[in-house]
């Protein structure tokens, strides 16, 4: 039965389109509906503040402006950014040359298949302490 419908999960995975294709297709819905209410006159109250603030629409000339003088510092003010980027190469590296195939196969190889999760949520913890780039690190490695 969980096989049938982690089969089902996978089809669906697999017709969707490219990530960047749906982060851009996601884009132009947020940026299309923001400048709707903004030319409709949509004010939002802020939480806990008496404040209203009128929607700001992105395909506005305003927010056109706002979203080119911004993308830089919003792109390098990631936190992480740098470890990210660090870690994603290092990790790639290790891929390609077939370090971290035959690293994984021979630390799991011997473990139980019904342990399998638990050494995957082991090392993910152990990743998570050693950088913050765990989230992007471990679900490749679980996938060999």
Known sequence: MLD???AGIERVGNRL???VLLFAGLFLVVAAVSTALSFAG???RVPGDDKTLAVKGVFTGEGMVWLLNNFIPNFTG???LGTVLLMMAAVGV???TG????AVRASIARAPRALLPYLV?????QAHLMSDVAILVVPPLAAL
């Open 4 to 6: 049938g419908a982690m």
């Open 94 to 96: 290790a891929e390609k």
């Open 42 to 44: 949509v004010t939002v």
């Open 78 to 80: 990631f936190p992480s």
């Open 121 to 125: 949520a082991f090392v993910a913890c």
């Open 99 to 102: 370090l971290l195939e035959t």
């Open 17 to 19: 389109p490219h990530p």
